[in-house]
């Protein structure tokens, strides 16, 4: 049974078939509180790993990092064969960032923690402590959604991996300790963001070949539309241009949906989403509904949480099924201090490092090949981010790995390395969080995100 449309969203024509298109934002006709600023933001989105990366730490080399801060190339990066080496294809589009810290202890768990102040800046709750602590302030997500979305639109909250139970979700906060439940099915976000109600394949088909024109199946309401009194000039001129421009209204939009065969595979991965064997595909359907909805203009934010809070994904390298992930992290079986070691565990955590690059490659494959409604690269008006709540094997909080891709149509220094210079993260996500266009109430630069006893500021390094 499908959901419902959430009608506040978009504005939406009903063809004579049955069909429900979606419509491109017309300001006049929304509410007076709308942000103004919306159509020329950008968007951002965070990929979280779990369990930190294998670096340099008590005697294990470092297979993570770039080996020195400095200008990235297709061809340095792929000479040094470092996890981030799977990313050499968007040198030119990287800004790698080392010299980050969290910037307040855990309490009672150091996953819990780290996940609490991954995208937060926030201090850890007392109470709940352990395993089920929470942040204590929003998420960068958050302040994004609240500022450049068109109002009661949340971020794009997504997971792919199994839900344990343990800890779950540790990403998107709406406020202190409100955190905000992720959703693990494709299928599910598919049909909540996407679903066209009444659409046959068969018609679907038909707009993509261009054999039917959308305008004949909105006709009608275009009509209704351009009627209305309380359409503005500028708006009346932005749907009269429409009938030269809307034969396919995916793509015109920005807004091509899948294949046929793909929206396929979405469904019939929905009884097995959260299936171990299963995560890199979710992951990727996840990354693919997230470049989807930047492209349509859903939402300016989303996250993807890779596994839940301690990450027991069983991974598979060259055809092998690996030892629970958190054990390997700690290079012993056990979720705890004492066990036997895992033989080779240093190099699996490694290979399991470049599973998530791929799948974060993936990612910026799919923004690469959309396009924003003014032409661009998506990727050009996005920052993505791949980061971790740990960072390293030992619980560390200090230099977390912060891999961000897209410049944000220019504001930050791609093609890079850089030393943030042993400063907290808070300042990393001002950085962001500006690049992206949000602002103060004043509409001056942000520069305190996070905890109000944290230093205000910005990173200048990772600017253009």
């Known amino acids: 049974m499908r959901r419902p449309f959430e009608l506040n969203r978009r504005r939406f024509l009903i063809g004579t078939s049955g069909a429900v298109f979606a419509l491109r934002f017309l300001p006049s006709l929304a509410p007076r509180h709308a942000h103004a600023g919306a159509d020329s933001s950008s968007f951002f989105v965070a990929m979280r790993q779990a369990n930190g990366v294998q670096c340099a730490t008590e005697g294990e080399s470092d297979r ?5 801060h400095g200008p990235l190339t297709t061809e340095g990066m792929l000479a040094e064969n470092r996890a981030v080496s799977e990313l050499a294809d968007y040198a030119a589009d990287l800004l790698i960032v080392s010299g980050t810290n969290f910037a307040f202890p855990g309490n009672g768990c150091g996953h819990s923690g780290g996940g609490n ?32 979305n068109q109002p009661g639109v949340d971020p794009l909250t997504l997971y792919a991996g199994r839900m344990s139970g343990y800890i779950d979700e540790v990403l998107s906060y709406r406020g202190p300790m409100d955190l905000r439940g992720a959703d693990p099915n494709p299928w599910t976000v598919f049909e909540r963001e996407f679903g066209l109600i009444g659409l046959s394949d068969q018609l679907i088909a038909q707009i993509r070949a261009r054999r039917t024109s959308v305008n004949d199946l909105v006709a009608e309401q275009m009509t209704g539309l351009l009627n209305n009194p309380r359409l503005s000039a500028l708006d009346r001129q932005r749907l009269e241009l429409h009938p030269s421009s809307i034969r396919d209204l995916e793509i015109d939009l920005s807004c091509e949906l899948p294949p046929p065969e793909e929206i396929a595979a979405i469904e019939a991965m929905s009884g097995g989403a959260q299936e171990n064997d299963n995560l890199e595909v979710v992951a990727r ?6 470049a989807l909805a930047f492209a349509c203009e859903r939402t300016h934010a989303a996250t993807l949480q890779i596994g839940d809070g301690n990450d027991g994904t069983e991974y598979t390298v060259a055809g092998q099924k690996l030892p629970n992930f958190h054990m390997i992290s700690h290079r012993i079986f056990s979720h705890g201090a004492e066990g036997d070691p895992i033989p080779g565990a240093e190099m699996m955590h490694h290979e399991i490092d470049r599973i998530h690059a791929r799948m974060f490659k ?7 090949e959309r396009t924003t409604a003014t032409g661009e690269r998506l990727l050009d008006s996005t920052i993505a981010l791949w980061t971790n709540d740990l960072a390293n094997r030992y619980h560390g909080y200090n230099n977390v790995p912060q891999v961000l891709a897209g410049n944000a149509r220019g504001y930050l220094r791609t093609g890079h390395y850089i030393d943030a210079g042993n400063v907290t993260h808070n300042k990393f996500f001002n950085t962001i969080l500006n690049a992206v266009g949000c602002s103060k109430d004043d509409g001056s630069p942000i520069d305190d995100f996070g905890d109000d006893s944290l230093e205000p500021g910005e990173i200048d390094a990772m600017k253009a």
Do not use: K, Y
Request: hydrophobic content about 50%.
């Open 362 to 368: 993936h990612l910026l494959d799919r923004l690469a």
């Open 285 to 290: 359907m996840q990354a693919d509904l997230i």
């Open 117 to 148: 102040q991954c995208l937060t800046a926030a201090r850890v709750s007392d109470d709940p402590s352990g395993n089920a602590s929470l942040a204590m302030g929003e998420s960068v997500d958050n302040v994004i959604a609240r500022q450049l």
């Open 64 to 68: 993570f990092w770039p080996s020195a």
